[in-house]
């Protein structure tokens, strides 16, 4: 029996370890069965099935937007259990006493490994006491990569919501790629379009090396409720397809560049997160819509032909849609519109105090 109870405390042990090294400190895509995914796959189903339940509105959005701190609170206390009670058992088989039971084995490992040194219980076999300091000194470690994951994190989201935020004033609340354009030829900023597109080839870059190596980060969401990291990525996604589409500028190597990279960060992402892509979606744009961004195409003095500007925009939307919608549907973050749907404030025009803001809109 303790032989047994033994292995299953290195095993948890042994885990453990190796999950905290891979989630936090290894910078890369994990592969394999880990604990943290088992974690996400079992907890995030339940959460986003009351989700889809609730209204539309602040409080749904309020209640998802929990889920990421909240997992990552319990994941971090999941871990610290496990080798808690994988210490216990093995502390018991290395006699660290006779005379205790299993729930005083348990808070022995406990106080040890929170490093608390209470001293009421002492270790009887050099085997227990050697344990006993590597224990203290895993719980130390722990606590330690555990206080620098927390701002490597927070970090990366700020770097994320920052761009999103300055989205607004570009493209509009929720983000549109025709509204972008609009906007742009409206006050004949068009130039300013390929600066943009490179920030957003950057971001695009960062998000996809962040939300590989923290997984937590995708469940993570935007301050308004018609803001996110998806729509915001699809909404730039769609105006690199209108762009390469009405080919403006020859070959359009930026848009293509952040095709690539936009394309290549959705397809991963949806991966890791087990979001089969979803070839039979709904279409996103529709006749109408695309007559409506062709003709302001062609107000801006671009000589583009409807037809083919149609069957370019349709070839390239079929890389990245399935992607996106597979990772809107799985996270409960709707997709952007083509067009604004109907003439909506953005977030910085309106304010709790008020309703709306002061100045000239960019409608």
Sequence with gaps: MQTIAGLIGILLVGVALSDTFQTVI???????????????QITWKPWAALGRRMPLGELRESFLSTYGPISLLVLIVLWGGMLIVGFSLILWVAGFSTSLTGPQHLYVSGTTFTTLGIGDFTPKTDLSRFITVVEAGTGFGFLAIVISYLPVLYQGFSRRETE???????AGSPP???????RAARFDAIDELRPLLARWELWTAELLESHLSYQVLSYFRSQHENQSWVASLTAIMDFATLWQAAKAEGKTWQARRVYAIGRHALGDLSQVLRAAPKFDMPNRLSEGELEAI??????????????????????????????????????????????????????????????????????
């Design 294 to 363: 062709h003709s302001q195409l062609v107000q801006a003095g671009m000589d583009v032909d409807i037809d083919s500007f149609r069957d370019r925009l349709s070839s390239l939307r079929r890389g990245y849609e399935p992607y996106a919608f597979a990772l809107s549907h799985e996270l409960l973050m709707d997709l952007p519109p083509w067009i604004p749907l109907d003439v909506r404030r953005d977030n910085w025009e309106t304010t709790a105090w008020e309703g709306s803001a002061p100045g000239e809109s960019l409608h």
């Design 176 to 182: 549109s790629a025709g509204e972008l354009f609009r």
């Design 26 to 40: 290894l910078p890369r895509r994990v592969s394999g069965v880990t604990v943290s995914k088992i974690f996400y």
């Design 164 to 170: 999103i935020s300055m989205l607004d004033e570009w």
